[in-house]
């Protein structure tokens, strides 16, 4: 087996890895302005994608731009997760170069797409490939690909430990070798329990001094995961952006999360922003949290929400994700001021970051390798690969880190 990486090696972001040049792994795309895609467009024979993560399916309709039509695998949520995000990037960025694919490349895409569950082979350009749940947000995959002679587990995005969306990835299966995600190498997670309640302590007591709480989250997994924790304390919610259809969709795939009553009270009890005749303006002034994207403050809503609580240092923002380099949410938190429709803004409100991570931080990826250490294990998706594979080599590991471009037989 020779696997090539095309992306998402020595860096977060537009994850591809290709298979004896007939498997690809994901096609996903970088955050960031411009946003990048894998170094090239491969012609693969099928393709399979591990979760709805714009990092890892966000550049899948650029495969069928062209005469070819290679099945598309996933899980049912999966599917519908990468259309939406595809329908909201021709939206933001259509017809643009920060766009690489069109609606036609959209639509093709509906007509390739085969779904899978967990735990249930399928054939996909002559491997044998099985979905494992990884525990990151509903639909999320390990994937296994066994060619008759070698087993490559790609463990795609994962979680160990619970959270109130899905829980925490129990699944090890036999494999010769495993391509292992590191974005929390070197982190340690407080315990979900203490980080919720920090936030909800955080909250509660800016709507009790008469200010406004903004929460930039993640449409897909994060949203879903703040409107549980809002609901559980009663804090009263606003959820706004691509969130808003995600949460809806999820409501039909209950098996892919982990308490499908939860989800449904949580999302009857956040009021659902239409944005029409200057609502979000008036939401700013209310006391309640509002939930919305983007994530990182590269776009959406966020982007009129944060500039109108900016001023007052009542107000907080509360980043509740991971923050790519060169992203508006990376730059608030370290400089106290962000770009927002082109001026640079200092923001006067309280800015505050919480850890509600849905990956493993480096105690869940030493826990989940452990039972791999007669395997060989390829690092990725991470911002220190090469010393994550170093330290897990003075482990008695067999590791290694390869760069983008790279080729790695096995």
Same mark, same amino acid.
């Given at each position: 087996?020779? $696997?090539? *990486?095309?992306?998402?090696?020595?860096?977060? +972001?537009?994850?591809?890895? #290709? =298979? @004896? !040049?007939?498997?690809?792994?994901?096609?996903?795309?970088?955050?960031?302005?411009?946003?990048?895609?894998?170094?090239?467009?491969?012609?693969?024979?099928?393709?399979?994608?591990?979760?709805?993560?714009?990092?890892?399916?966000?550049?899948?309709?650029?495969?069928?731009?062209?005469?070819?039509?290679?099945?598309?695998?996933?899980?049912?949520?999966?599917?519908?997760?990468?259309?939406?995000?595809?329908?909201?990037?021709?939206?933001?960025?259509?017809?643009?170069?920060?766009?690489?694919?069109?609606?036609?490349?959209?639509?093709?895409?509906?007509?390739?797409?085969?779904?899978?569950?967990?735990?249930?082979?399928?054939?996909?350009?002559?491997?044998? $490939?099985? *979905?494992?749940?990884?525990?990151?947000?509903? +639909?999320?995959?390990?994937? #296994? =690909? @066994? !060619?008759?002679?070698?087993?490559?587990?790609?463990?795609?995005?994962?979680?160990?430990?619970?959270?109130?969306?899905?829980?925490?990835?129990?699944?090890?299966?036999?494999?010769?070798?495993?391509?292992?995600?590191?974005?929390?190498?070197?982190?340690?997670?407080?315990?979900?329990?203490?980080?919720?309640?920090?936030?909800?302590?955080?909250?509660?007591?800016?709507?009790?001094?008469?200010?406004?709480?903004?929460?930039?989250?993640?449409?897909?997994?994060?949203?879903?995961?703040?409107?549980?924790?809002?609901?559980?304390?009663?804090?009263?919610?606003?959820?706004?952006?691509?969130?808003?259809?995600?949460?809806?969709?999820?409501?039909?795939?209950?098996?892919?999360?982990?308490?499908?009553?939860?989800?449904?009270?949580?999302?009857?009890?956040?009021?659902?922003?239409?944005?029409?005749?200057?609502?979000?303006?008036?939401?700013?002034?209310?006391?309640?949290?509002?939930?919305?994207?983007?994530?990182?403050?590269?776009?959406?809503?966020?982007?009129?929400?944060?500039?109108?609580?900016?001023?007052?240092?009542?107000?907080?923002?509360?980043?509740?994700?991971?923050?790519?380099?060169?992203?508006?949410?990376?730059?608030?938190?370290?400089?106290?001021?962000?770009?927002?429709?082109?001026?640079?803004?200092?923001?006067?409100?309280?800015?505050?970051?919480?850890?509600?991570?849905?990956?493993?931080?480096?105690?869940?990826?030493?826990?989940?390798?452990?039972?791999?250490?007669?395997?060989?294990?390829?690092?990725?998706?991470?911002?220190?690969?090469?010393?994550?594979?170093?330290?897990?080599?003075?482990?008695?590991?067999?590791?290694?880190?390869?760069?983008?471009?790279?080729?790695?037989?096995?």
């Amino acid at each position: 087996m020779d $696997v090539r *990486f095309l992306g998402g090696a020595r860096e977060v +972001g537009r994850s591809a890895i #290709l =298979v @004896d !040049d007939s498997l690809l792994l994901d096609f996903g795309l970088l955050t960031g302005t411009p946003m990048q895609t894998p170094i090239e467009t491969p012609d693969p024979d099928a393709v399979v994608v591990s979760h709805g993560h714009l990092d890892h399916a966000g550049a899948v309709p650029a495969l069928l731009s062209g005469t070819a039509r290679p099945p598309v695998h996933w899980t049912p949520p999966t599917r519908e997760l990468a259309l939406t995000l595809a329908r909201d990037t021709l939206k933001l960025h259509g017809g643009t170069l920060q766009c690489p694919f069109t609606e036609t490349d959209v639509q093709r895409l509906t007509q390739v797409s085969e779904t899978h569950g967990y735990r249930e082979p399928f054939e996909a350009a002559g491997y044998e $490939v099985t *979905f494992f749940n990884a525990g990151h947000i509903p +639909g999320s995959a390990h994937v #296994l =690909v @066994d !060619d008759g002679d070698t087993r490559l587990l790609y463990t795609g995005d994962f979680h160990v430990d619970a959270q109130r969306l899905v829980s925490g990835t129990t699944a090890r299966p036999d494999a010769d070798v495993v391509l292992c995600e590191s974005t929390y190498y070197g982190v340690s997670h407080d315990a979900r329990s203490e980080v919720e309640r920090r936030f909800v302590e955080s909250v509660e007591e800016t709507l009790w001094e008469g200010g406004t709480v903004v929460v930039p989250a993640f449409a897909i997994g994060r949203t879903q995961e703040m409107l549980l924790v809002c609901d559980a304390h009663d804090v009263p919610c606003y959820v706004d952006g691509m969130g808003k259809d995600v949460t809806r969709m999820l409501g039909n795939y209950p098996g892919f999360v982990r308490d499908a009553d939860a989800l449904q009270r949580a999302t009857s009890h956040a009021r659902f922003v239409t944005g029409r005749d200057g609502q979000r303006k008036r939401i700013c002034q209310q006391k309640a949290a509002i939930v919305t994207t983007s994530g990182m403050l590269s776009g959406g809503p966020a982007m009129t929400y944060v500039p109108e609580v900016a001023g007052n240092p009542t107000n907080l923002v509360a980043m509740t994700g991971y923050q790519v380099e060169d992203t508006p949410g990376r730059d608030l938190l370290e400089t106290g001021s962000a770009e927002f429709d082109g001026r640079r803004m200092p923001v006067s409100a309280r800015v505050e970051q919480y850890d509600f991570s849905a990956h493993a931080d480096e105690a869940g990826l030493r826990e989940f390798l452990d039972a791999y250490r007669e395997s060989e294990v390829l690092v990725n998706h991470g911002d220190d690969c090469e010393r994550f594979a170093e330290d897990l080599r003075a482990d008695g590991y067999d590791a290694s880190a390869p760069a983008v471009g790279d080729v790695v037989s096995i």
